[in-house]
């Protein structure tokens, strides 16, 4: 449990601070990945596969689809 909510609250931090908008993508798709372990710890499955599909999945590539566009 340590391992993930301590994870989840540094890459958050580190998210919030990045001024690369890439870096700051990496750091979100670390904080998900974290976040999904504590759903595992929770046995909640369903919701691990969920929120990587929507989020580590659709979200994630669609931000760095549209960063490598702009630049």
């Known amino acids: 449990f340590w391992l993930f909510s301590g994870g989840a609250v540094v890459f958050g931090t580190v998210l919030v ?3 690369n908008p890439a870096r700051g993508a990496m750091a979100f798709a670390f904080v998900i990945l974290n ?3 504590l759903f ?3 046995a909640a499955p369903f ?3 969920a929120t990587i ?3 580590a999945g659709a979200i994630i590539v669609t931000f760095l689809f549209v960063l490598m566009l702009s630049h």
């Open 17 to 19: 601070t990045q001024r």
């Open 35 to 37: 976040t999904c372990g």
């Open 40 to 42: 595992l710890l929770l």
């Open 47 to 49: 919701l691990m596969a």
């Open 53 to 55: 599909i929507i989020y």
